[in-house]
């Protein structure tokens, strides 16, 4: 009993932690059944985090425990029933509405197992002090954690309004650089060989892809404002974007309005790899284009709104109602949505999307320009009165011309605060005295992306032409048992192979801990005992003085502070890069490695 109440407790304080931005969960990043529960509506109870509740009741559940010996007290067992109801009902929520998250989950299994420990005959205490002195240590709990999550939504607040603010400056000058625009002098003249002869014009649009255009457009082809949004039917975010949308078509006629389809599945968007976030949005997408081709953009935009307002969700039964309810006519309908035309069109867009750099949504362009900051209150409506605000002129889409997803990939990186590396993920570092760029990798031995980052960054450290790098590897085992910092177990030699570093080191100091370092990032699949084996052999090190000082508990210690460093950076994934300072948040686009293009830039005075 008093395992599981110590489990729950710490899986319920990382939970809370997450929530105030003091720890970042490995799996929890965007896009993520993680991140799509926090922001959902179920994520709170009166303005708290169910996470704190969580950790309030295991809190004092543990002083209860404590106080009464484990006897059971009569408070102690109608808590349980509630946290027991409690539990059902948010699993059944995940399950309903496909917002799953591991460490939820572990919280709620955690509950559930916790219940007949409670409910068993024991003796009583009845004194009541063990159940007033628990839920006096929850209330206390609950009051620490609430300061600290205004603070965090504080924070993430001036965050999404530093965003708007830079995106709605981006796009107050594209519209007065259109505003100044000859028509012979478009940025995107679909004859280049027309253009004056001018150094200005004669460059390449280097990193820019095709005018950006929506399906189905509503509004004129020739406006002020474009708006061109990528969505997903079942995405949260995107419901609420959809309703401010709604707002501005319906009270304006400057704007033009086209959407492009991105859905977060596994069943027809190759980007989200094993994760079906939302498995309906690719039928719910098919759908939508169906009506459009069978309709025009009036059916499309019914069949749009229809999806939307049932959060994209329908069965089999469901869909001949509504397709009634919208006037199709059903069985043309169901053998269009359900041929190739539809199915190609869909990926048309994911694959626009990737070209942009697009891995969750929503992703809103206004008059070719991303609009960051989307999650600030009303930001939709705010950039389209800014934008107006400056008088642009009624053009079409051939200068909406955003930049690649390459382009962007460097820009968020560009764009990332300066942040101080803790010593501590410094241990390891290799540093020419003429080094100009200072990169830090966290990973893991065991993970594929690791390696190949290791193995390019350390090329640059020795290699021609310069910059030269100075370069630091830490450890970020993606297993649970090695590392306090998660509670997931992917690799399951990482641990092993941490500490064959560490060993190294310990036995032949920074020299050798560079070789194995090396060995270890080039064999994964040879963590072993005979693998191992071959490795001393080739490196000329006792394997019994090796495994010795692998053994020992200052080696997991090593790679348990790491760990913990890193959890204080927001690692939320293996590997985590830094260049200058700046968090490398993309880095493989593709099969092109950007990291070399990074430094390089990092380099430039």
């Not at 930049?403 to 990186?413: F, G, I, K, S, V």
């Not at 020795?462 to 630091?472: A, D, L, N, V």
């Not at 060995?519 to 003085?545: K, S, Y």
């Given at each position: 009993?008093?395992?599981?109440?110590?489990?729950?407790?710490?899986?319920?304080?990382?939970?809370?932690?997450?929530?105030?931005?003091?720890?970042?969960?490995?799996?929890?990043?965007?896009?993520?059944?993680?991140?799509?529960?926090?922001?959902?509506?179920?994520?709170?109870?009166?303005?708290?985090p169910?996470?704190?509740?969580?950790l309030?009741?295991?809190?004092?559940?543990?002083?209860?425990?404590?106080?009464?010996?484990?006897?059971r007290?009569?408070?102690?067992?109608?808590?349980?029933?509630?946290?027991?109801?409690?539990?059902?009902?948010?699993?059944?929520?995940?399950?309903?509405?496909?917002?799953?998250?591991?460490?939820?989950?572990?919280?709620?299994?955690?509950?559930?197992?916790?219940?007949?420990?409670?409910?068993?005959?024991?003796?009583?205490?009845?004194?009541?002090?063990?159940?007033?002195?628990?839920?006096?240590?929850?209330?206390?709990?609950?009051?620490?954690?609430?300061?600290?999550?205004?603070?965090?939504?504080?924070?993430?607040?001036?965050?999404?309004?530093?965003a708007?603010?830079?995106?709605?400056?981006?796009?107050?000058?594209?519209?007065?650089?259109?505003?100044?625009?000859?028509?012979?002098?478009?940025?995107?003249?679909?004859?280049p060989?027309?253009?004056?002869?001018?150094?200005?014009?004669?460059?390449?649009?280097?990193?820019?892809?095709?005018?950006?255009?929506?399906?189905?457009?509503?509004?004129?082809?020739?406006?002020?404002?474009?708006?061109?949004?990528?969505?997903?039917?079942?995405?949260?975010?995107?419901?609420?974007?959809?309703?401010?949308?709604?707002?501005?078509?319906e009270?304006?006629?400057d704007?033009?309005?086209?959407?492009?389809?991105?859905?977060?599945?596994?069943?027809?968007?190759?980007?989200?790899?094993?994760?079906?976030?939302?498995?309906?949005?690719?039928?719910?997408?098919?759908?939508?284009?169906?009506?459009?081709?069978?309709?025009g953009?009036?059916?499309?935009?019914?069949?749009h709104?229809?999806?939307?307002?049932?959060?994209?969700?329908?069965?089999?039964?469901?869909?001949?109602?509504?397709?009634?309810?919208?006037?199709?006519?059903?069985?043309?309908?169901?053998?269009?949505?359900?041929?190739?035309?539809?199915?190609?069109?869909?990926?048309?867009?994911?694959?626009?999307?990737?070209?942009?750099?697009?891995?969750?949504?929503?992703?809103i362009?206004?008059?070719?320009?991303?609009?960051?900051?989307?999650?600030?209150?009303?930001?939709?409506?705010?950039?389209?009165?800014?934008?107006?605000?400056?008088?642009?002129?009624?053009?079409?889409?051939?200068?909406?011309?955003?930049?690649?997803?390459?382009?962007?990939?460097?820009?968020?990186?560009?764009?990332?605060?300066?942040?101080?590396?803790?010593?501590?993920?410094?241990?390891?570092?290799?540093?020419?005295?003429?080094?100009?760029?200072?990169?830090?990798?966290?990973?893991?031995?065991?993970?594929?992306?690791?390696?190949?980052?290791?193995?390019?960054?350390?090329?640059?450290?020795?290699?021609?032409?310069?910059?030269?790098?100075?370069?630091?590897?830490?450890?970020?085992?993606?297993?649970?048992?090695?590392?306090?910092?998660?509670?997931?177990?992917?690799?399951?030699?990482?641990?092993?192979?941490?500490?064959?570093?560490?060993?190294?080191?310990?036995?032949g100091?920074?020299?050798?801990?560079?070789?194995?370092?090396?060995?270890l990032?080039?064999?994964?699949?040879?963590?072993?005992?005979?693998?191992?084996?071959?490795?001393?052999?080739?490196?000329?090190?006792?394997?019994?003085?090796?495994?010795?000082?692998?053994?020992?508990?200052?080696?997991?210690?090593?790679?348990?502070?790491?760990?913990?460093?890193?959890?204080?950076?927001?690692?939320?994934?293996?590997?985590?890069?830094?260049?200058?300072?700046k968090?490398?948040?993309?880095?493989?686009?593709?099969?092109?490695?950007?990291?070399?293009?990074?430094?390089?830039?990092?380099?430039?005075?």
């Amino acid at each position: 009993m008093l395992v599981l109440i110590v489990v729950g407790l710490a899986s319920a304080l990382m939970l809370s932690l997450d929530h105030i931005g003091a720890l970042a969960l490995p799996g929890c990043g965007p896009g993520s059944g993680c991140a799509a529960a926090a922001r959902s509506e179920w994520a709170k109870v009166g303005g708290l985090p169910v996470a704190f509740i969580g950790l309030g009741y295991f809190v004092g559940l543990l002083v209860v425990w404590i106080g009464s010996r484990g006897k059971r007290t009569g408070t102690v067992s109608i808590a349980a029933h509630l946290a027991v109801a409690a539990s059902i009902f948010y699993l059944g929520v995940a399950a309903a509405a496909n917002l799953w998250c591991v460490y939820c989950l572990a919280v709620h299994t955690i509950n559930l197992l916790l219940f007949p420990f409670l409910r068993l005959p024991r003796p009583g205490d009845r004194s009541g002090r063990p159940a007033l002195l628990g839920l006096v240590t929850a209330a206390a709990c609950l009051a620490v954690l609430f300061p600290l999550h205004l603070q965090a939504q504080r924070a993430a607040r001036e965050s999404a309004e530093s965003a708007l603010a830079d995106s709605m400056s981006a796009m107050v000058q594209k519209s007065r650089e259109a505003s100044t625009q000859t028509p012979d002098r478009s940025p995107a003249a679909s004859n280049p060989s027309d253009q004056p002869a001018d150094d200005s014009l004669s460059a390449p649009n280097e990193g820019l892809m095709k005018p950006l255009a929506g399906r189905y457009r509503r509004g004129p082809e020739k406006a002020p404002i474009r708006i061109v949004m990528f969505t997903d039917y079942q995405c949260p975010d995107c419901a609420k974007i959809e309703q401010e949308l709604r707002t501005l078509m319906e009270s304006r006629t400057d704007l033009s309005v086209g959407i492009r389809y991105f859905p977060l599945s596994n069943k027809c968007n190759p980007q989200m790899g094993s994760t079906d976030l939302h498995p309906n949005a690719c039928w719910a997408a098919r759908a939508a284009e169906t009506a459009g081709m069978l309709y025009g953009a009036d059916g499309f935009w019914k069949m749009h709104q229809w999806l939307f307002d049932r959060r994209g969700s329908f069965t089999d039964a469901e869909l001949p109602a509504g397709l009634a309810q919208l006037g199709f006519e059903r069985t043309m309908f169901e053998r269009v949505m359900q041929g190739p035309q539809t199915s190609a069109a869909v990926k048309e867009d994911i694959e626009s999307g990737r070209d942009l750099g697009l891995y969750f949504t929503p992703m809103i362009f206004i008059n070719g320009v991303e609009l960051k900051g989307w999650n600030a209150p009303n930001a939709l409506t705010r950039a389209v009165q800014r934008v107006a605000a400056s008088n642009p002129p009624a053009i079409d889409n051939a200068g909406d011309v955003p930049p690649n997803a390459r382009e962007r990939y460097l820009a968020d990186w560009r764009e990332m605060p300066v942040t101080t590396i803790p010593p501590r993920l410094k241990r390891h570092t290799l540093s020419p005295p003429d080094a100009t760029v200072e990169v830090v990798l966290i990973g893991d031995y065991q993970e594929k992306n690791t390696a190949e980052a290791d193995g390019l960054l350390r090329a640059m450290f020795t290699g021609e032409p310069k910059p030269r790098i100075r370069y630091s590897f830490a450890h970020f085992p993606v297993h649970a048992s090695c590392n306090p910092q998660t509670t997931l177990t992917l690799n399951n030699q990482a641990c092993r192979a941490a500490r064959t570093a560490e060993g190294a080191d310990a036995v032949g100091g920074p020299d050798l801990f560079w070789k194995m370092h090396d060995w270890l990032m080039r064999n994964q699949n040879a963590v072993h005992d005979d693998g191992l084996a071959h490795a001393c052999e080739d490196l000329g090190i006792d394997p019994d003085e090796l495994r010795d000082a692998s053994d020992q508990p200052f080696t997991a210690e090593a790679v348990a502070q790491d760990a913990k460093a890193a959890a204080g950076l927001g690692i939320t994934s293996v590997p985590l890069i830094y260049i200058n300072g700046k968090k490398v948040p993309r880095w493989k686009l593709n099969n092109e490695n950007l990291l070399a293009a990074m430094v390089m830039e990092a380099a430039e005075p």
